[in-house]
């Protein structure tokens, strides 16, 4: 069993920054390989960002590539998601989520509680 707690979210301006974390317990976190994923009022789940186990290999959705960054500190269970020159798009409740796999569909294994990223105009 792995539990993913997602923090760091809140109310930003358009152009401003923010920095997700999630961190995992409960199993072993150098074995998964990370995602992201967003979803807006009125919209399906979306993909973000993945990273695989090594974080030596990342893929983003087209619509962030430039502007979010995804890492991850195996030592401290931990991956992040540094979000800049953030757009009233952005706003949505984002997920983390881990799988043994490196994917950008959303059929992870486990998922966090979500945490919500609101994006002012």
């Known amino acids: 069993q792995v539990q993913l707690i997602e923090s760091g979210g809140g109310l930003v301006q358009a152009g401003g920054s923010l920095r997700l974390s999630c961190a995992a317990s409960?199993?072993?976190?150098?074995?998964?390989?990370m995602g992201w994923f967003r979803q807006a009022p009125g919209k399906e789940r979306e993909f973000v960002a993945a990273?695989?186990?090594?974080?030596?290999?990342?893929y983003y959705v087209d619509s962030v590539k430039g502007r979010f960054t995804i890492s991850r500190d195996n030592a401290k269970s931990t991956v992040y998601l540094q979000m800049n020159s953030l757009k009233p798009d952005d706003t949505a409740v984002y997920y983390c989520?881990?799988?043994?796999?490196?994917?950008?569909?959303?059929?992870?294994?486990?998922w966090g509680q979500g945490t919500q990223v609101t994006v002012s105009s």
């Open positions: 990273i695989s186990v090594s974080g030596r290999s990342t």
């Open positions: 989520a881990a799988d043994i796999l490196f994917r950008s569909d959303d059929d992870y294994d486990y």
């Open positions: 409960g199993g072993t976190f150098s074995m998964y390989a």
